[in-house]
C-alpha cells in the first residue's frame, strides 16, 4: 500500500540476484522494479540526500504553500522526464480512448504528475501527525465496510493500486488498532526503504520485504491484513485481464496466495477528497477456490474488473508511471489468445459495453482536473 519514490529505471533481467523470491512450493515472485545489478551508489546517494532534504523543509512547511511548490516541481518533473511523460500519457489516452496527442490526454497526465507529487508531500506531512490525526484523514463507510469484510474472512489481502494515498490509508487504518502489513519492494535505494520502514513503524504498520515470503504466509494464517499493490506495469508474463476495455496482464500473485491460504481478496482503494481528506471502499470481496489456471484467471479478472471503480471517477488519481497495457495490437491479440485458453477471456469479455461508457465519465473527470 505504498509508492515508493525515486525508484530507478534501469531493469535487471528477469531472475537476476535481487528480482525474484520463491517459496517451498515452486512459486515464483518478481520485484515490481527490476534495478540493475550494479547500480550507480553515488545516484542512491543523491536521491536519498534529496528526499531527506526535501521531507525536512516541506515537512515543516504550511500544507498549502507546500502543494503549491509541489506542483511546480511536478510541472519540471513533466517537461523534464520525457520518459516517464511518455507513460503517462499512454495510459492517460487509453483511460479516455482519445489519441494519445488529444490535448485532454495531455490535461489529464499533467494531473497525475502533481498528484503524485503531491502524494509524496502527503507523506512527509504524515510523519509529524499522531495515530489519531491519521484516523481523521480517512473517513466515510469504506473502513467500516473493510472491517466488516475482515471480520469475516480467514485472513485478507487488500488488492489496490497507486491511487489516492495508499500511506494515508495503511496509516489511518493501523491508527484504529488494525494489524496492517504491506508488502513493498526493496530493490530500489536500501538506505530510502530502511528509512520508509522505520517511519512506518511509528505508524503501527508492518512493512514486509518482498522476497520475505515467510512472513507473509504468517500474516495471512493470524487472519491479518495484507495490502498488496497490482499496477506495477505491463508485463508479458502476467496474468491476461481486460482492463478498461483492452487486454493488458496483472500479477496473479494475490490469486495465487489467496488459493494457497484461504484469505479473501478483498479490493480496496482511497479517493482523495477536495478538502484534502481521503473516502474509500471495497469491493466485493473474492473467494479462489484452487490454484487451477482457469480459477486463478477468474479471481485476477474480478481484481481488474473492481478496480476499474476508482480510474474511472479518479483518473487523475492514478499515479502509475509505467506502461499498463502493451503498445502492440498484435501483443493484445496474443493476451486474448491466452486468456481463451484458460477462461477468461469470457469474464473480461461481459464487461466490455460498461468499459466503454465509464471511458465517457473518465473523459469528463479529466476536463475539470485542469483546474
Known amino acids: 500500500m505504498t509508492s515508493?519514490?525515486?525508484?530507478?529505471?534501469?531493469?535487471?533481467?528477469?531472475?537476476s540476484p535481487g528480482t525474484e523470491a520463491r517459496n517451498g512450493n515452486g512459486g515464483r515472485f518478481r520485484a515490481p522494479h527490476r534495478r540493475a545489478a550494479d547500480g550507480p551508489r553515488m545516484r542512491e546517494k543523491a536521491v536519498v540526500t534529496a528526499y531527506r532534504t526535501g521531507s525536512w523543509i516541506l515537512g515543516r512547511l504550511p500544507f498549502g504553500p507546500t502543494v503549491r511548490v509541489g506542483g511546480w516541481i511536478a510541472e519540471a518533473a513533466?517537461?523534464?522526464?520525457?520518459?516517464?511523460?511518455?507513460?503517462?500519457?499512454?495510459?492517460?489516452?487509453?483511460?479516455?480512448?482519445?489519441?494519445?496527442?488529444?490535448?485532454?490526454?495531455?490535461?489529464?497526465?499533467?494531473?497525475?504528475?502533481?498528484?503524485?507529487?503531491?502524494?509524496?508531500?502527503?507523506?512527509?506531512?504524515?510523519?509529524r501527525m499522531t495515530n489519531a490525526e491519521h484516523v481523521t484523514l480517512f473517513t466515510g463507510d469504506g473502513p467500516d465496510r473493510l472491517h466488516d469484510a475482515w471480520q469475516a474472512s480467514s485472513g485478507v489481502i487488500?488488492?489496490?493500486?497507486?491511487?489516492?494515498?495508499?500511506?494515508?490509508?495503511?496509516?489511518?487504518?493501523?491508527g484504529r488498532g488494525w494489524p496492517v502489513h504491506y508488502l513493498a519492494d526493496?530493490?530500489?535505494?536500501?538506505?530510502?526503504?530502511?528509512?520508509?520502514?522505520?517511519?512506518?513503524?511509528?505508524?503501527?504498520?508492518e512493512v514486509i520485504r518482498w522476497r520475505n515470503l515467510r512472513d507473509v504466509y504468517r500474516v495471512l494464517r493470524n487472519r491479518e491484513i495484507l495490502g498488496l499493490l497490482v499496477d506495477w506495469g505491463y508485463r508479458p508474463e502476467g496474468q491476461p485481464v481486460r482492463l478498461l476495455g483492452s487486454w493488458t496482464t496483472l500479477p496473479p500473485g494475490p490469486a495465487?496466495?489467496?488459493?494457497?491460504?484461504?484469505?479473501?481478496?478483498?479490493?480496496?482503494?482511497?479517493?482523495?477528497?477536495?478538502?484534502?481528506?481521503?473516502?474509500?471502499?471495497v469491493g466485493t470481496p473474492i473467494r479462489v477456490a484452487s490454484s487451477e489456471p482457469a480459477e486463478i484467471a477468474r479471481a485476477t479478472q474480478a481484481i481488474a474488473d473492481a478496480l476499474e471503480v476508482p480510474v474511472r471517477e479518479a483518473p487523475d488519481q492514478w499515479c502509475v508511471f509505467k506502461p499498463m497495457w502493451p503498445d502492440d495490437p498484435a501483443e493484445e491479440a496474443l493476451l486474448a489468445e491466452r486468456a481463451r485458453?484458460?477462461?477468461?477471456?469470457?469474464?473480461?469479455?461481459?464487461?466490455?459495453?460498461?468499459?466503454?461508457?465509464?471511458?465517457?465519465r473518465a473523459a469528463a473527470t479529466a476536463s475539470g482536473a485542469a483546474g
Open 186 to 205: 526493496d530493490t530500489a535505494y536500501d538506505e530510502l526503504f530502511e528509512r520508509f520502514v522505520v517511519q512506518r513503524r511509528a505508524w503501527g504498520v
Open 256 to 281: 495465487v496466495l489467496a488459493a494457497r491460504t484461504g484469505a479473501t481478496i478483498i479490493p480496496f482503494w482511497t479517493i482523495r477528497r477536495p478538502d484534502g481528506t481521503f473516502g474509500g471502499d
Open 341 to 360: 485458453g484458460d477462461g477468461s477471456a469470457a469474464v473480461g469479455g461481459d464487461r466490455a459495453a460498461a468499459t466503454a461508457s465509464g471511458g465517457d
Open 158 to 174: 487488500l488488492a489496490g493500486l497507486h491511487i489516492g494515498n495508499g500511506e494515508v490509508a495503511a496509516a489511518a487504518l493501523a
Open 4 to 15: 515508493d519514490p525515486g525508484s530507478p529505471d534501469g531493469a535487471a533481467p528477469a531472475g
Open 78 to 127: 513533466y517537461r523534464g522526464w520525457p520518459e516517464k511523460r511518455r507513460y503517462v500519457r499512454a495510459n492517460a489516452a487509453r483511460i479516455l480512448g482519445l489519441p494519445a496527442g488529444d490535448r485532454r490526454v495531455d490535461t489529464l497526465a499533467r494531473a497525475v504528475f502533481r498528484n503524485q507529487v503531491r502524494w509524496v508531500i502527503e507523506g512527509m506531512h504524515l510523519v
